[in-house]
């Protein structure tokens, strides 16, 4: 009896020294890093706003109070106080083109917010730096900063460049401004036809201007010359640099235009450790039929770098005059926009890629633009079933309320960029009235709808800086010159909270990512953006200080990746 009494005696004792290791902090694993004392906007319904997270490896392992943090914290663990700074989830650029934008921070020949003055002394200076007859080509051009707001033409450019052909792309990307010496090598004159889905300017005579749009831009494709020189070039990696921009500016995450090629060249960054930034890359309809042909499907990729949507363009852009109308412009009541493709060919393109499981993510601006989108998707849907695509329209700049309404039933996303109401509010309302102009950029009403909004920039048709975006949805005015006062239409402003959503979970419930990042959450990965204040505190005070707020960390699969120095 008393041997069997022991036995009982030492089981009980372990069972004692078991509950209280349970209890123990010594139970709980040990952080790698733990923030605490901050302000944490989660975009978690369930725990919105917390003070503390705990980091274990790439991962967040708990959310909460302080008190609860701390028993993870062990003597290798680093803890950082916030002291009030606000945390939200990695930011999340939902649609941009990373190439161009390295191109154009790398080479630094942007013509961003110049008025035409300014633009055809940066001209002048690289056709001096360079050899006679070499092709110069600069970006970002926009009319709407010019004093009469009217398109440029050809000899404004001959004046600073006779015997150079020039290219300069608008910050759209859907019309080109030409010089005379760059017809000539294209063989375009009075009597070149306008391309299917282009369109060449002309003055009364049917002589071209020298802008081009849409499918006309490649009529000057097979142009060359001897390389220009770029003032001020960096030389740098230009792949590189931009994600360290993107990095500082507060991103974590993009999707982008992409390609298999591109695919590789971040995979080799991400084997030398440098890949601090996520790529979900968007291919062409050619490129997807390559997949295909592969057997790599949508989704395919490693932890860091995916193959995202199939992009498909619907029709051009405001700003070029050419986003497809159901009504003619306003100001130029002899367009309507331009369709890229003819209905029949939009239909087949969207119908391809769901039919091969792919997601599609198609560019439309003007309100019959976006219209015939929504049946291409829902008759591929009625053909080959839901699949759960979660389809993308990229921009929805202009819709009626009908086609509103479809994105629910549908299973759509609109996939829009804040800034471009803010640029563009400067000549929406000349160009297609006031009455349409309250169809657009419609952030509030998909809100209202319950529709999933995901945020970007476009860049480089628009900064990166994700604080503009933020700003502009808060706001509705213009950055650099605060019109109007009250905000544009600004029954369509939302919170804070809601574009930090969108900018977050909204951007990767786009690109399939939520279950992994968009919100902080215990299991997700840790990818975080820390800015260097109480966010809505200051922007109670002055919302322009959404503008000037300093990124102070990102943390990225865990890890620290930045420190913005005071």
């Keep these: 009896m008393d041997q069997e009494s022991n036995l009982k005696n030492i089981i009980f004792v372990l069972l004692i020294l078991a509950i209280s290791f349970q209890g123990s902090p010594k139970s709980f694993p040990a952080a ?78 942007s013509l961003r917010f110049l008025n035409k003055k300014q633009i055809l002394k940066k001209i002048e200076d690289a056709v001096q730096a360079s050899p006679e007859g070499a092709l110069i080509k600069a970006y970002s051009y926009n009319h709407a900063y010019f004093k009469d707001k009217k398109f440029p033409d050809k000899y404004d450019l001959d004046k600073v460049a006779p015997k150079n052909p020039v290219i300069i792309t608008r910050v759209d990307g859907h019309s080109i401004w030409v010089n005379s010496m760059t017809l000539k090598m294209a ?43 770029i003032p001020g070039s960096s030389g740098e990696n230009k792949l590189l640099n931009a994600i360290r921009y993107a990095n500082k500016l507060g991103l ?10 591109l695919m590789k060249q971040l995979n080799e960054i991400d084997k030398v450790g440098e890949l601090t930034l996520r790529f979900n890359l968007w291919i062409s309809p050619a490129e997807m039929k390559r997949c295909v042909e592969k057997g790599i499907k949508f989704r395919s990729g490693s932890d ?12 051009g852009s405001l700003g070029s005059v050419s986003a497809a109308f159901f009504k003619p412009y306003t100001n130029n009541p002899k367009t309507s926009g331009i ?30 633009g976006v219209h015939l989108v929504l049946n291409a998707v829902e008759k591929a849907q009625h053909k080959f079933g839901m699949r759960g695509l979660r389809h993308r329209i990229e921009h929805t700049q202009f819709i009626t309320d009908e086609d509103l309404l479809r994105f629910n039933k549908l299973k759509m996303i609109p996939s829009m960029q804040p800034t471009h109401c803010t640029t563009d509010l400067l000549v929406v309302e000349e160009r297609i009235g006031t009455e349409r102009a309250k169809q657009g950029y419609r952030w509030n009403s998909f809100k209202k709808e319950g529709v999933m909004l995901a945020f970007g920039t476009d860049w480089p048709v628009e900064p990166l800086d994700p ?57 997700k990965l840790a990818d975080l953006t820390i800015f260097d204040a109480d966010l809505e505190k200051i922007i109670e005070k002055d919302k322009k200080n959404m503008l000037k707020v300093k990124i102070y960390k990102i943390i990225m699969d865990g890890k620290i990746v930045n420190i913005l120095k005071k």
């Design 467 to 523: 604080r503009r975006g933020l700003y502009s949805s808060i706001e509705r005015r213009n950055i650099e010159n605060g019109f109007p006062e009250n905000g544009w239409f600004p029954g369509e402003q939302i919170s804070i909270t809601d574009a930090i959503r969108y900018y977050t979970l909204g951007a990767a419930y786009a690109s399939f990512n939520e279950k992994r990042i968009g919100s902080i959450e215990s299991g």
């Design 339 to 368: 369709l890229i493709h003819p209905v029949e060919e939009l239909d087949k393109l969207i119908s391809d890629a769901h039919e091969n499981g792919f997601q599609t993510g198609v560019h439309a601006i003007g309100n019959r």
């Design 304 to 315: 860091k770098v995916r193959i995202s949507f199939v992009k498909i363009f619907a029709d």
């Design 32 to 109: 790698d890093l733990i923030l605490m004392n901050g302000k944490i906007l989660t975009m978690d319904s369930r725990n919105p706003v917390t003070s503390s997270i705990v980091i274990v490896g790439n991962k967040i392992q708990f959310t909460g109070d302080d008190a609860g943090s701390l028993k993870f914290r062990d003597k290798n663990s680093k803890v950082i106080d916030l002291q009030g700074k606000t945390i939200i989830p990695g930011l999340h650029d939902a649609h941009l083109h990373f190439e161009s934008g390295s191109d154009l921070i790398s080479d630094r020949l």
């Design 252 to 261: 974590t995450s993009v999707t982008t235009q992409g390609s298999l090629k």
């Design 187 to 229: 063989g375009i004159s009075k009597e070149t036809p306008d391309p299917q889905g282009g369109e060449l300017i002309r003055y009364k005579d049917n002589t071209p201007t020298g802008i081009l749009k849409e499918n006309a831009e490649m009529m000057v494709k097979d142009v060359t010359g001897p390389e220009m020189v």
